[in-house]
């Protein structure tokens, strides 16, 4: 049943932040801003997971890549640090059971929400990085597993290339799943 909800696509399945805020859908420029925010959010995510260094330098010197490695090391340091910092003073909500897609979402131990209310949906989607991706939002339904209650709820007004940046969030933590699994059974 909830796979009929998320589609037969890849499913991002974690335990994440999401805060839920009622209100009505984001429309006109406001639902611009929100794309446009989360179009940046997105892609600085997927900057963090990427590794570009050797292929953009094969030419140059091993000295020259090791120093930019070196730097990128004490970048990612930097920027982890700001983000725990961030998450100190901000008070992140605390982590629940949440399976994605770049249509829908399952928030397992949501609070219970109205089935037909609308909203805005602020979901943390790296650690590193202390701000959510803002998703205008529908309550689709809610049903139960495992004694806790789920909300499925419709993402509204995202953009071809948000969604495009969330399909490749998923992939990309599908992929990191299954390199996980093959260097566990060696």
């Known amino acids: 049943m909830p796979e009929l909800f998320l589609g037969d696509g890849l499913i991002f399945e974690d335990m994440l932040p999401v805060l839920w805020t009622p209100g009505p859908l984001a429309e006109g420029l406001a639902l611009a801003r929100l794309n446009a ?17 050797h292929e953009a330098l094969k030419d140059e010197s091993p000295a020259l890549v090791h120093e930019l490695q070196r730097l ?9 640090l700001t983000a725990e910092l961030a998450m100190r003073s901000s008070g992140l909500p605390p982590a629940q059971r949440v399976r994605l897609t770049s249509r829908a979402l399952e928030w397992f131990g949501a609070e219970r929400l109205a089935v037909g209310a609308t909203g805005l949906l602020a ?20 049903r139960g597993e495992d004694n806790l209650h789920v909300a499925q709820i419709h993402f509204n007004g ?9 399909d490749k969030l998923i992939f990309r933590h599908h992929r990191r799943l299954v390199a996980g699994a093959k260097l566990a059974a060696h």
């Open 37 to 53: 925010d989360n179009h940046q959010l997105l892609g600085a995510e997927a900057s963090l997971d990427e590794v570009r260094v």
């Open 72 to 80: 990128e090391y004490k970048v990612n340091i930097l920027l982890r």
């Open 123 to 142: 979901v943390y989607i790296n650690a590193s990085l202390p701000q959510p991706v803002k998703i205008p939002c529908t309550v689709a339904a809610e």
């Open 158 to 166: 995202l953009s071809d290339a948000v969604v495009e940046q969330i």
